[in-house]
């Protein structure tokens, strides 16, 4: 199995060790417009090799993209040009509709698996790339009905290599739950840090007072700007619903706050704790996975 990575960060990294860990692929190809994210990734043993990018798609039996979602729209009619008729694409991207409109049509698009690993950490880089960054976490595949049997097959078993829950929905649907389980994260962590960096101007008080609450809250920040910049942009419309249900939130924090109410604002916080249920019953289904 020759597999070609086209984007050598912490996703297309990291799936790189495994994938080559776990014997799935016979050899690894990247791609990657950073030149020095190439030589550093041929240093770290990542891939075998790092060839142009139409060599490395005609040679590939699976091409997976792991680029920020706008590359992988101005990417996609290349690479449906370049690979064999019997070769899988399949993208990882954050968002799907926009992708999956975009293909629509297209006479290769059986080719095509839209997925989406629910992985990742807030650093960047083929410096970044760690084993088992996917073990029991959950894979999405969306819109199977649009893609062969065969290659949604083959999709499944790379997933399944890497100890991966299988999760089918659509496109549509993908989007609207990504942005409030993953893309809202983001923005609060951003918006939190800026909050942070334009009222406390001491950076010893940042560091004196920061604890583990603070850390892990703000973690995220640390992101890939163009990333999630991309990431927006493309779910723009649900990110703007979500926004808009968490400032109503916000307010009503405020609002209790600021009038005394703070049994009320307990009641809420209650309220809050029960996501600890969701979480543990999703901590239980990777260790089980």
Known sequence: MIITII???????????????????????????????????????????????????MKADIVVLTVPVNAILSLLPA?????????????????????????RGHKARKQVVLAHPMAGTEFSGPTAAINNLFHGKAAIIADQHDSSPEAVQ?????????????????????????????????ISSYVLSLTVLEKEKSEQN???????????????????PTMWRDVFMQNADNVLDVLDSYLEKMQEFRTLIAEGKFEEVHRLMEEANEISKILTKNKRLQLHS
């Open 7 to 57: 984007g050598l960060g912490l996703i297309g990294g990291s799936l790189a060790k495994d994938l080559r860990a776990n014997g799935f692929a016979t050899e690894l190809l990247g791609v990657d417009a950073n030149p020095n994210h190439q030589q550093t990734a041929l240093e770290l043993g990542l891939v075998d090799d790092c060839p142009p990018l139409e060599h490395a798609c």
């Open 79 to 103: 690479i449906l040009t370049y690979v064999r008729s019997t070769a899988v694409i399949v993208d990882m991207g954050s968002t799907k509709e926009e992708i999956a409109n975009e293909i």
């Open 154 to 186: 083959l999709v499944e078993r790379l997933f399944k290599s890497l100890f991966m829950r299988i999760i089918h929905m659509e496109a549509k649907e993908h989007d609207v739950h990504a942005a409030y389980v993953s893309h809202i994260s983001h």
């Open 206 to 224: 940042i560091f004196n007072l920061a604890s583990g609450g603070f850390t892990s809250t703000v973690r995220l920040a640390k992101s890939s």
